[in-house]
């Protein structure tokens, strides 16, 4: 009989009840804060990690994890697992998925890697779409079917006040943020198929209110959405302000606010926020 285990990677956004609930694994990723190291979601708390960045000198660094970190995971999953499914992260903003294959090749145990070509909540999408079909006793290949379809359902946008820490990480064009420094610029990324591409530019917050005001008339206007999720660095003001809007255009519909991880606040830096939702 077929028993799937289900990984992911610390990028995500999932709730400790849903990580108990779904009996998903998690391998943490690394990262350094003014030469301090820790484990993500093991010595620091995400909430401890955006004051830490705040604070610091310098830009804080994340790192993939090791192939290690991967196989003390593994090692721990019970021998009457058939199959072992890891869901990682985008590689337009790490190289975990790398890593997550490596570990694959190597393994005495079947193991095979997806990248959900996503991160935070739109990749928790894919991951308890698969950890509850896991449950049900489905196979590899139907749970990987069924979350490529949720995948192309997917949508994430997010808004960046702050373009220091997104250009010093390399996760944007030399131009596009060379230009945004000089101007002050605010942006609305959007991430799909793997490509973090920039859908509006230009000066003060109003630029990114604007845009996000389009997306509520996306959602208003889109059927059968099934889940939304609001990730944030460390400012709630217009975060509350999109949890208003939505109670108003789409109140059954559940919704999931929390702090991002700290990958993914290293790149996007102080304000940033993102907004994703996926139908069927």
Do not use: C
């Not at 943490?28 to 909430?47: A, H």
């Not at 979350?147 to 250009?167: A, D, P």
Request: aromatic share 6%.
């Amino acid at each position: 009989m077929t028993k799937v285990k289900i990984l992911t990677d610390s990028s995500v956004q999932l709730t400790p009840e849903e990580i108990e609930k779904y009996d998903i694994g998690m391998v943490p990723l690394t990262i350094s804060i003014d030469d301090k190291t820790y484990t993500d979601g093991v010595d620091i708390t995400r909430e401890e990690f955006v004051r830490e960045m705040d604070a610091s000198k310098d830009l804080p660094k994340t790192s993939q994890p090791s192939i290690g970190t991967f196989m003390k995971v593994i090692d721990k999953i019970p021998d009457d697992y058939t199959d072992i499914l890891s869901l990682n992260m985008t590689p337009a903003i790490s190289g975990t998925i790398n890593a997550a294959r490596q570990v694959a090749q190597m393994s005495e145990r079947h193991m095979e890697v997806v990248d959900t070509e996503f991160t935070d909540r739109a990749q928790a999408f894919q991951v308890i779409k698969a950890a509850k079909m896991a449950q049900e006793g489905k196979s590899i290949d139907e749970i990987k079917q069924a979350i490529s379809v949720l995948r192309e359902h997917t949508y994430l946008y997010m808004g960046v006040t702050s373009i220091e820490n997104i250009l010093r990480g390399g996760r944007l064009s030399r131009f596009a943020g060379t230009l945004s420094t000089l101007l002050n610029i605010n942006l609305v990324l959007t991430l799909k198929n793997n490509s973090l591409d920039i859908a509006k530019r230009g000066r003060g917050r109003k630029t990114i209110e604007k845009y996000m005001d389009n997306v509520m008339e996306e959602i208003k206007g889109l059927k059968n959405i099934k889940s939304i999720g609001i990730s944030y660095v460390d400012k709630m003001d217009y975060v509350n302000e999109l949890k208003e809007k939505l109670a108003q255009i789409v109140p059954d519909v559940p919704l999931l606010i929390r702090v991002t991880s700290p990958v993914i606040a290293t790149h996007a830096g102080s304000g940033a926020f993102a907004i994703e939702f996926y139908t069927e």
